[in-house]
């Protein structure tokens, strides 16, 4: 009996925090204002260097910023952003960026078929999978399992990325907070510079 109750309680109170972390979307507009200056105030940044957040999964967008905040993912220019951000702030403007819509952009024609390729198909050669196997065909992404959203990112944005996970492949100062099964580090890490740069364009032209 006391098992039981004890069982019933638990769940109440993961209920409970599951509720109270649920992203409001309204009220994660305003803790955006901030966010705008750089990723545009529909989360479509201006400028390539900064990513395009709208559109994103919710769980993927979590994650990030949590991770930065932690120091899990280390972000120069977003440092001290997001230090005073709560759970709910965190869990409310990712709702709000997930509830727009991405733009899209153009991708190098010299570098379609090149891109094209790599992104449906892999690298074959290398054991490189395809990129639509987690990002789907159209690039949207799984938002369920926390793999990103890519179609219409900047393509200096995403190669910028890609060339971050093998560097830290490699040892170097990079990115690695792709879990520890390092998938991204040992994809990129697999990937010359120019063919980064053709998927990397590729993407960012890519859109439904």
Do not use: W
């Amino acid at each position: 009996m006391k098992k039981t109750v004890l069982m019933m309680m638990l769940s109440m109170l993961c209920a409970t925090s599951a509720l109270a972390l649920e992203g409001d979307a309204g009220k994660g507009k305003a803790k955006t204002a901030a966010c705008a200056a750089c990723h545009g105030a529909d989360g479509n940044s201006a400028a390539p260097s900064f990513p395009k957040l709208a559109g994103q999964g919710e769980k993927y967008l979590i994650k990030q910023i949590k991770d930065i905040k932690s120091g899990a993912r280390p972000v120069p220019m977003m440092a001290g952003q997001t230090d005073m951000l709560s759970e709910q702030d965190i869990a409310d403007i990712a709702a709000y960026y997930a509830s727009k819509t991405a733009s899209t952009g153009q991708a190098k024609e010299a570098l379609l078929a090149k891109g094209e390729a790599i992104y449906r198909g892999g690298i074959a050669d290398r054991n490189v999978p395809a990129c639509s196997a987690c990002h789907s065909p159209s690039g949207q992404g799984m938002a369920g399992a926390g793999f990103p959203a890519l179609a219409g990112q900047h393509a200096e944005y995403t190669a910028a990325q890609l060339k971050a996970f093998r560097a830290a492949m490699d040892g170097r100062e990079g990115r690695s907070n792709d879990g520890d099964i390092k998938v991204m580090r040992t994809i990129a890490f697999k990937m010359s510079d120019s063919e980064i740069e053709a998927v990397s364009s590729f993407i960012q032209g890519l859109h439904n």
